[in-house]
């Protein structure tokens, strides 16, 4: 899956995108207007404390409370981008490909073990040659803790998505939004409808095909909704959630990833990514409740100005969850490891060319794969097939993958 928000707005009570004009200056003019109003806030703090009578000081304590949540927002700068703009395509040289690599371990739930990443290089390899036409190698790969990796993601630069993450750990969802943002989603596929809905009614048990979006758009909003609610009853082996407080199975975070500097190419993760957001979302994760497998996004400081995260979770789970969308298909640990490796040469479809995704087009790469039955979708895959479909899908640039531009940049 490749992602990118929808333009996001400023942080302004206005709706309308401003001219770059107006978005530079506004960017300029609030952090001192946020400064000052700290300064202020915190001199009125003061005082509640020091300057006034002891005996005002109980009394006061709820204003006091107050105080201190809108101060803690003074913590936080958000920097909000002007505008969101093409990646360009990725330029390829003629020989062999060479891709950073980071293992990124959440320690509660299970990883692959060294021969397991291994393997999965191996079929990524095998696959990005015969798949995409591209050989590629691997510099060593470097193993982090997920909260080590995340770390230097400048907080800024992630506050500003956090308006289109829902917290539904916490509270409902919003369905008139939800179903909004797949509208957008539907109007913006290069598949044709017919293709795309097809693919879905499989997945879902829609015994008659329709083709009309109203309708698609409820229907993928409860799948997403209904889904999640089950996905978010996994236990881990700690018995524990498996998508626990923390903010690592939002897609947008990992989005985030690409505002760091020094990121990897390709980042391998036992982490289960699974959310719902007001923005990017796409059929076949709504399909799932919202799970993942990986995705493409930007990345500031990326040679080809983008990374992948491919995440191994739903090859290791045997979670009934996640078996009933295998459909019962399990896999012994080198299996799940292939598997695995093979579904992350579509992202790697995604950075070198920007394919978008051919649904139903099974002989493709880069046609998602049926929920999450993986053997199903490598049987199938057959590259001459795909390449004599001339799917508009597979045209490079089909996707065209977006970054966030800041007034910063601008200035460069």
Partial sequence: MQFA?????????KTQLLTPAESVALVDKQEPV?????????????????????????????????????????AERVVFPLSMVPVPLSKLN????????????????????????????????????????????????????????FNPVPASKHAWRKKYIVDFKKGGVDRQKLESAYELAINEQVAPL???AEFAAREIGLLKVDTDPSEWKRRLAKSHIDGLALLAKMKAADGKPVIDDSPYNEQLFWHA???????????ITNQLVASVEYSGVDIHPALRGGLTNGTTSFARDAPFGLLT??????????????????????????????????????????????YGHPFGLSACVMSPSPMLRFREWVEKLDPAACRAAQHPAMKPGAAQIRRPVYAADTKR
């Fill in 5 to 13: 928000p929808n333009s996001p707005r400023q942080g302004t009570a």
């Fill in 34 to 74: 946020m400064v000052d109003l700290c300064r202020q806030g915190a001199r009125l703090q003061r005082q509640i404390f020091g300057d006034w009578a002891p005996s005002l000081r109980i009394r006061l304590l709820g204003l006091l409370l107050a105080m201190s949540a809108l101060l803690a927002g003074c």
């Fill in 94 to 149: 003629d020989g062999v490909i060479t891709l950073s690599v980071a293992h990124v371990v959440n320690p509660r739930l299970e990883q692959f073990s060294a021969a397991q990443i291994a393997a999965f290089l191996d079929a990524l390899r095998a696959a990005s040659k015969t798949q995409l036409g591209r050989e590629i190698e691997f510099e060593p790969v470097e193993t982090f803790s997920i909260a080590d990796y």
């Fill in 309 to 354: 995260w491919w995440s191994t979770f739903a090859f290791t789970s045997n979670d009934p969850v996640i078996v009933s969308m295998r459909r019962g298909e399990t896999y012994d640990p080198l299996e799940a490891a292939r598997l695995a490796g093979t579904g992350a040469a579509h992202e790697l479809g995604h950075m070198f060319f920007q």
């Fill in 194 to 196: 017919k293709d795309w």
């Fill in 257 to 267: 990833l690409g505002e760091r500097a020094q990121v990897h190419d390709l980042i």
